[in-house]
């Protein structure tokens, strides 16, 4: 099929590019080596043309005002939470693996650590049973840390009502938390102040001397004890948030810091007859997550209930891209870090038509192992959604805070993994959605990343580049293929799918592999133009070429449509079918992520051209003169 779209190009001025083209061809296609497991018998991937037409309640989430004042009175509601859901997990702990380091089509192995994890019993449901067996909510959404702050000493209030505490605040290291730790730093007033009131007004903490400790740890590859011993000092508290350091490994071992943690004051804590109670200030979602089972058992017998102040995750993939300036010579850098899934195993492609993704639009939710965390040990996890001027990426700066009532359907299925892929496991409508994200994963097939950027100017290093990234393109046009025609064969499961998160999973998958096959197709088009062609650059300054995106298609010429078989009509019909999906995306799904990407896709539109820029030259000293940080 598209094995001949380079096969143009003037055999006397690009022999070796065309017979490197013929030879990729030829293997792909004739011989049917694209192989991939996509079902369960691994059949082969025979490419003849693209465009083959065979083919439980919600949980309450609340937006909090900004208040960066301490408050004159308190209104505390017995409980302290907000949710329909009330009783602790009967889920074994567990852990796995990641999805970058995973193998895609086998089923995660499955490490269970046996915990002590009981239920209340159906007489005590509905009432207030203490931190530690309430389950907590999963996404308090702030304004800023003023406001998070404020909720944050309503729960301290509540607990002291019968027990004193000790609250120990973990801190993330990377650099990227700096301004977040000084703005906590200021408003601490917030706890200290409106805990003084409480003091007054209730009788039972007014008669216990010391009713609150604070304690200051920060993590990252290590964790560093910032107060000798826990305080009731609120400039030392200050004071000790000041000496955080930078960790320069980026490594955040957020479940092992909070395992030794609990390890560490849990008989400090009852030696003075207090509670523990934790509170997690990061924005990264952590590099131990298949730890999250443990921690949940350790803060469960410990009835310690964990506070998150984090940020959302990126909608269905396991990173984002911070914005980072060099020192030396002020170049710009993506620095990647980790901030998802929101689920378990993430539940939307991982590709992007060219290769791993590089966006950052919001899921709306916290990451899976700190909003599990929160919710399993009585905690909250406060979402944050101001706008990060160092994340980069399409959707960096879009609106990053989903209306509740747009939401409140499509909440996170937060289970062990364990569960989670049991369940998974025993839907085929599920698994197949999953089969095709897993197969179509660029970090664990790397074939599947195309070159985008920095293409030389020069002819020959033009050809030699381009004549590896075409069978790319034609390779991953056949699993795109494969995956349409197994994303259709369930199509009439998808009415009997009762989560719309699991709909629009598969509403938004069918759309972006319909959409990529377009692009792709666009992209081989527009490297045998680009070789035939080879134009002079307008730009003095221009040294490089980009392939880039438009709404605008390049039509097949005659030879192309001869040796394709796509017409112009055909790749027009073709076209529409994929706009067609991602509509019905935005139409079913309103004001949710699913829809926002569905927009932003329609938006860039599916044509593909080169374009000449200028790369630093500067950027080659990467690793000598530059060092990059981890974030």
Request: aromatic share 8%; with cysteine.
């Amino acid at each position: 099929m598209t094995g001949g779209l380079l096969l143009m190009v003037q055999a006397r001025d690009y022999s070796a590019f065309f017979t490197s083209l013929i030879v990729h061809a030829v293997i792909l296609v004739g011989m049917g080596l694209v192989h991939h497991q996509l079902t369960d018998n691994q059949p082969e991937v025979a490419i003849e043309t693209i465009f083959d037409e065979e083919r439980d309640h919600a949980e309450i989430e609340q937006v909090l005002e900004t208040n960066l004042e301490v408050s004159e009175n308190l209104s505390v509601t017995s409980g302290g939470m907000v949710s329909t859901n009330v009783g602790a997990s009967t889920a074994p702990a567990v852990s796995s693996q990641k999805i970058e380091t995973s193998e895609s089509l086998k089923e995660p192995e499955i490490k269970i650590n046996a915990g002590e994890i009981t239920a209340p019993g159906d007489d005590i449901l509905g009432q207030d049973l203490g931190v530690g067996e309430v389950t907590g909510e999963v996404g308090a959404v702030v304004e800023g840390y003023g406001s998070a702050m404020s909720r944050i000493s309503k729960e301290l209030i509540r607990i002291m009502r019968e027990e004193k505490i000790m609250v120990v605040w973990l801190f993330d290291e990377s650099g990227s938390m700096k301004d977040d730790q000084k703005e906590i730093r200021d408003n601490f007033n917030k706890i200290y102040g409106e805990l003084g009131i409480a003091a007054k007004q209730e009788s039972k903490t007014r008669d216990r001397d010391q009713t609150l400790l604070t304690a200051i740890l920060s993590y990252g590859a290590t964790v560093h004890v910032h107060t000798p011993k826990p305080t009731t000092d609120l400039k030392e508290v200050q004071d000790a948030i000041t000496k955080i350091p930078t960790d320069e490994t980026g490594l955040e071992n957020m479940c092992d810091t909070v395992a030794a943690t609990i390890d560490k004051y849990v008989l400090q804590a009852r030696k003075t007859d207090r509670r523990l109670c934790l509170v997690v200030v990061t924005d990264e979602s952590g590099d131990d997550g298949a730890k999250v089972e443990e921690v949940i058992t350790r803060a469960k017998r410990a009835k310690t209930p964990i506070y998150i102040l984090g940020r959302e995750s990126v909608f269905g993939y396991p990173y984002a891209r911070q914005i980072w300036r060099d020192p030396v010579y002020n170049l710009r850098h993506w620095i990647r870090i980790n901030r998802g899934p929101e689920t378990a195993f993430p539940e939307a492609l991982q590709y992007d038509g060219l290769h791993g993704r590089w966006d950052a639009f919001s899921a709306g939710f916290g990451p899976y192992e700190q909003v599990r965390i929160a919710r399993e040990t009585g905690g909250i996890f406060f979402v944050l959604p101001g706008k990060e001027g160092e994340l980069g990426g399409a959707g960096s700066t879009a609106d990053r805070q989903f209306r509740f009532q747009d939401m409140k359907e499509y909440q996170p299925l937060l289970l062990s993994r364990r569960d989670y892929d049991a369940e998974r496991s025993a839907s085929k409508f599920r698994t197949s959605i999953w089969k095709v994200i897993a197969t179509l994963n660029p970090h664990l097939d790397k074939q599947l990343n195309i070159r985008e950027l920095y293409y030389p100017i020069e002819k020959k290093e033009f050809f030699e580049i381009g004549s590896k990234e075409v069978p790319k393109a034609i390779r991953a046009m056949g699993l795109l293929q494969k995956a349409v025609e197994i994303l259709e064969s369930v199509e009439p499961l998808r009415a009997q799918e009762k989560s719309s998160r699991w709909r629009a999973a598969y509403d938004l998958a069918l759309a972006q592999c319909l959409a990529y096959r377009v692009r792709l197709f666009q992209y081989c088009l527009a490297m045998d133009q680009q070789a035939k062609n080879m134009p002079v650059p307008k730009e003095k300054n221009s040294n490089v070429w980009n392939v880039a995106r438009r709404k605008k298609m390049l039509p097949p010429d005659p030879e192309q449509v001869k040796l394709t078989k796509v017409s112009p009509e055909e790749l027009d019909k073709q076209l529409k079918k994929s706009e067609a999906q991602y509509k019905l995306v935005i139409k079913e799904h309103p004001g949710t992520p699913w829809a926002q990407r569905a927009q932003y896709e329609l938006g860039q539109g599916f044509g593909m051209y080169f374009r000449e820029g200028f790369r630093d030259p500067r950027y080659s000293k990467v690793g000598k003169d530059i060092k990059l940080p981890k974030l």
